[in-house]
């Protein structure tokens, strides 16, 4: 559905993309992850078409999207900082978003609006942050895309809200096969959304792959081996190793049967390998063997 091939983006002669690769598959929820200035919201606009490429490709259902109008119209997109007409209601945008959309669907804004409860002929300047970002939501859902563009969707909203908001991008992607892409630094929603994971680290493709492939390929392992005995690590990918006491942590990519037979050649007392959080993946994947963020997670 969405296809990113080798592409390129410099502004002022710094390099924001670097042969950056990307798919997004039809009906599916794809999270775009990187730490600030990674070069994610580059990407949004370069796949929205606000941004064109320097260099390689980028479809959008088989076409490009620059200047295509006809594949902009299948496309609804959230941007992080939220901009409405100053002196549009919720009502006259709706109005507006008629003339653009084909595919509006007015019984489902309506119902939106009466569920959310947001007074639509009210301001959007008026509006909370959080109010403003439901209205663009519905505004969004209402237009019936094929395609959904998020940009910190949920930040702001409170549990209530955000849950109403999840239930409907789920329902949409099981009912009308709706693609979705959402960028967050909600690590941990964004693990029970996603099916599939992009992690981008300074305008490339750090590793993209369905979520559980992912978590499956990183393992977490504490253990304690015999006094005078080293860890048998010769040959595993070793992201993160930190010894406290008699206890040694390590944080290794590989297969999973192989880190495993690897590390008992050294005779453990104790082995117990740990599931991971997509929040560890990331900050390991990302370098955090030097990051401070470790001293947290562990």
């Known amino acids: 559905m969405i296809r990113i091939k080798n592409v390129c983006k410099a502004f002022d002669g710094f390099q924001a993309l670097d042969g950056l690769n990307l798919n997004v598959n039809k009906g599916s929820i794809y999270g775009l992850v990187g730490i600030n200035g990674s070069g994610k919201t580059?990407?949004?606009?370069h796949i929205t078409g606000v941004y064109k490429q320097d260099a390689g490709e980028i479809l959008v259902d088989g076409e490009e999207i620059f200047d295509n109008i006809g594949v902009k119209q299948k496309m609804a997109y959230i941007a992080d900082d939220l901009y409405f007409f100053g002196m549009y209601s919720l009502k006259g945008s709706a109005d507006y978003y008629k003339k653009l959309y084909?595919?509006?669907n007015d019984e489902r804004y309506h119902s939106m609006v009466q569920q959310f409860g947001l007074n639509e002929k009210m301001k959007l300047s008026k509006f909370s942050k959080g109010m403003q970002k439901q209205a663009a939501f519905i505004l969004a859902m209402s237009t019936m895309p094929e395609i959904l563009i998020l940009d910190e969707p949920i930040d702001g909203l409170d549990?209530?809200?955000?849950?109403?908001v999840i239930k409907y991008i789920v329902e949409d992607v099981a009912e009308r096969e709706m693609t979705v892409l959402v960028?967050?630094?909600?690590?941990?929603?964004m693990e029970d959304l996603c099916d599939s994971i992009g992690i981008i680290n300074k305008g490339k493709m750090l590793i993209e792959k369905d979520l559980d492939d992912l978590k499956s390929d990183v393992?977490?392992?504490?253990?304690?081996f015999p006094e005078g005995t080293e860890a048998p690590v010769d040959g595993l990918n070793i992201l993160f190793r930190e010894k406290r006491g008699?206890?040694?942590?390590?944080?290794?990519?590989?297969?999973?049967?192989t880190v495993e037979n690897r590390l008992k050649e050294g005779n453990p007392?104790?082995?117990d390998l740990l599931p991971l959080t997509l929040e560890e993946v990331f900050v390991y994947e990302t370098g955090g063997e030097n990051?401070?963020?470790?001293e947290i997670l562990f």
């Not at 008699?246 to 049967?257: A, T």
């Not at 990051?291 to 470790?294: A, I, P």
């Open 42 to 45: 580059t990407v949004i606009k």
């Open 291 to 294: 990051n401070e963020l470790k």
């Open 102 to 104: 084909p595919s509006w």
């Open 159 to 164: 549990p209530l809200i955000r849950r109403m």
């Open 219 to 224: 393992h977490k392992i504490q253990a304690v």
């Open 246 to 257: 008699s206890v040694e942590m390590f944080i290794i990519r590989g297969e999973r049967e």
């Open 183 to 189: 960028s967050s630094h909600n690590l941990k929603e």
């Open 269 to 271: 007392i104790v082995f």
